[in-house]
């Protein structure tokens, strides 16, 4: 939510979940297909990584804090 190009929300009437985000569009104020075409990839690819963050939050009754920390970890080192 302090992200001013996109985030993920709680709809607060509804309960409903979403992602919001916001182009910079220039003096013509356009959209082009490829503009689009990315907010779209853009918009799977944050949901593909914020995935079990998100179940953390819908589903085990953690806070979004929580959730954040245990989908964030980045893995060190080989296996």
């Known amino acids: 939510e302090q992200v001013w190009l996109g ?12 992602y919001r985000n916001a182009m910079m569009l220039g003096d013509e104020a356009t959209l082009t297909p490829g503009m ?20 953390f939050v819908l589903w085990s009754d953690k806070s979004p804090a929580q959730a954040l920390d245990a989908a964030l970890v980045d893995a060190a080192g080989q296996a």
């Open 36 to 55: 689009a075409q990315m907010a779209v990839e853009t918009a799977i690819f944050e949901w593909d990584r914020f995935y079990p963050a998100i179940q």
């Open 7 to 18: 985030h993920f929300d709680m709809w607060s009437q509804g309960g409903v979940l979403l």
